[in-house]
C-alpha cells in the first residue's frame, strides 16, 4: 500500500511570513499533485509535478519535486490569509486509476 | 469548467439503514471516484469507475458498494449504515485523458449516521 505522509499537521503563521510543508513517502510515484481546500468544499488542484528534481511556481507558491520522486515541499512567501486552507498532497501511480493522497497540512495565516 | 453535483449535501440516518449517495456530471468524463474524508487520514478510496458498469474497490471499500448506469452518474450505496461511516464523501472526476489528469472534485456530502 502506497503512503503519504505530509508534514506538519497544523500551521499557524501571521501574515507576510514564509513556510515550507512538506509531503514524504517510500513509494515512487508517476507524478504528484497538490491541492488546496477551503471548508465545505472540495479540493482544487494548484500545481502537478512530473520530473524528479522539477521546480514549479505559481505566483508566492513553490513546488518542488524530489529527485527520487518519493517526496514534495510547497513553500509559500509572504503568506496571506487567503491562503489559509488544506493543503494536499497527492501521489498518482502509472495508471492513474488510484491518486493516493496524505493527510494534508492545515495553515492558518493571520493578519 | 467541468459540472459536477453531490446530493443530498448533508444527511443524517439511522444505523442499520441503507442510503445512497449521487454523484452527476455534466461531461463525458470516463473515471469518476468516490472518496471519504476523516480527520487525520485525508481522502481515502471507496470504490472508483472507469465506465459504464466498469467499477473497482479502493482501499476502504468494505461496506460500500457502487453502480454506474450512466456515464453521467455514479451512485454510492451503504448497504446498512454504521456509525463508523459517518464522514464527508467527495465524488471527484478525472478532467482528462493522461494518467494524470487532475481530479475535480464535487463539494462533498456529509453524512451522520446516529
Known amino acids: 500500500t502506497q503512503l503519504l505522509e505530509q508534514s506538519p499537521q497544523f500551521l499557524s503563521i501571521q501574515e507576510g511570513e514564509n513556510l515550507t510543508v512538506y509531503c514524504n513517502s517510500s513509494?515512487?510515484?508517476?507524478?504528484l499533485q497538490w491541492y488546496r481546500q477551503e471548508p465545505g468544499e472540495g479540493p482544487v488542484l494548484l500545481v502537478t509535478v512530473v520530473t524528479g528534481g522539477e521546480v514549479k511556481k505559481l505566483k508566492r507558491l513553490t513546488f518542488q519535486f524530489g529527485d527520487a520522486r518519493k517526496d514534495s515541499s510547497l513553500h509559500i512567501t509572504a503568506a496571506q490569509p487567503g491562503d489559509t486552507g488544506l493543503y494536499l498532497c497527492?501521489?498518482?501511480?502509472?495508471?492513474?486509476?488510484?491518486?493516493?493522497f496524505g493527510p494534508g497540512t492545515r495553515l492558518s495565516v493571520l493578519p | 469548467d467541468a459540472g459536477i453535483t453531490q446530493s443530498p449535501r448533508h444527511k443524517v440516518t439511522e444505523t442499520g439503514t441503507p442510503v445512497t449517495l449521487r454523484c452527476h456530471q455534466t461531461e463525458n468524463h470516463r473515471y469518476m471516484y468516490w472518496y471519504r474524508q476523516d480527520p487525520g487520514h485525508g481522502l481515502r478510496l471507496i470504490h472508483y469507475?472507469?465506465?459504464?458498469?466498469?467499477?473497482d474497490k479502493g482501499e476502504v471499500s468494505d461496506g460500500y458498494s457502487v453502480s454506474r448506469s450512466k456515464t453521467e452518474d455514479f451512485l454510492l450505496t451503504l448497504e446498512s449504515a454504521t456509525s463508523s461511516q459517518t464522514s464527508v464523501y467527495f465524488c471527484a472526476i478525472r478532467t482528462g485523458s493522461k494518467y494524470n489528469s487532475p481530479l475535480h472534485f464535487g463539494n462533498g456530502t456529509r453524512l451522520t449516521v446516529t
Open positions: 497527492a501521489g498518482v501511480g502509472n495508471y492513474g486509476q488510484n491518486f493516493v
Open positions: 513509494s515512487v510515484f508517476s507524478s
Open positions: 469507475s472507469y465506465g459504464v458498469k466498469d467499477t
